[in-house]
């Protein structure tokens, strides 16, 4: 059993028999009273998310068993999202909900590591930072040279990302998959 010292971004805990992940924690030490954990927990079967304040040292669950496995994105159709295992070349599908914000980087033959939870696929684990074109951003003028300004710039996913000013259509960037931001143009 699991207590509000083992909570953290990504832990999977068995709450009320299913698999939830931390989405967030925020540990909080009020001036008065007793310390608490604020969460923010996703239902990795359903997708549902709720708000969950733990006493310290209160019991929260168990972790769950969840079984990691790599597999290359293949297709979208329908909404559904085919993978294939790289060893066996079984394939499953998950829906858009079980995907859910990967969506936004993922592009065909990216190698991603699919959540199994009782030989069921539930999610998706995308790699850090992905390599995507820009498709369409504004072109940079003569003469901006603001330290630290930005620009929109739409992804070849049909994602919106803020880049540089000095970053063109057709390039290539680095995206941190975790947070969404730009990080750096692919050197050639």
């Known amino acids: 059993m699991l207590d509000t010292t083992s909570l953290r971004k990504n832990l999977k805990i068995i709450i009320d028999g299913d698999p939830w992940i931390v989405v967030d924690c925020q540990f909080v030490k009020p001036g008065k009273g007793q310390a608490f954990t604020r969460t923010r927990l996703k239902n990795l079967v359903s997708g549902q998310t709720m708000d969950k304040t733990y006493k310290s040292g209160e019991k929260i669950g168990e972790q769950a068993r969840i079984d990691e496995c790599n597999m290359v994105f293949l297709y979208e159709q329908g909404g559904s999202y085919t993978f294939m295992d790289n060893n066996t070349y079984e394939q499953v599908e998950l829906s858009a909900a079980q ?37 369409e951003t504004e072109p940079a003028v003569r003469g901006d040279t603001v330290s630290g300004a930005t620009k929109p710039a739409r992804l070849s996913t049909g994602y919106s990302v803020n880049v540089p000013l000095f970053i063109t259509s057709g390039e290539a960037i680095v995206v941190d998959t975790r947070t969404g931001e730009y990080v750096e143009r692919v050197k050639k």
């Open 99 to 135: 995907v859910g914000d990967a969506l936004n980087f993922m592009t065909e033959n990216m190698n991603v590591e699919v959540d199994f939870y009782n030989g069921m696929p539930i999610a998706i684990t995308l790699p850090n930072f992905v390599e995507l074109e820009i498709i």
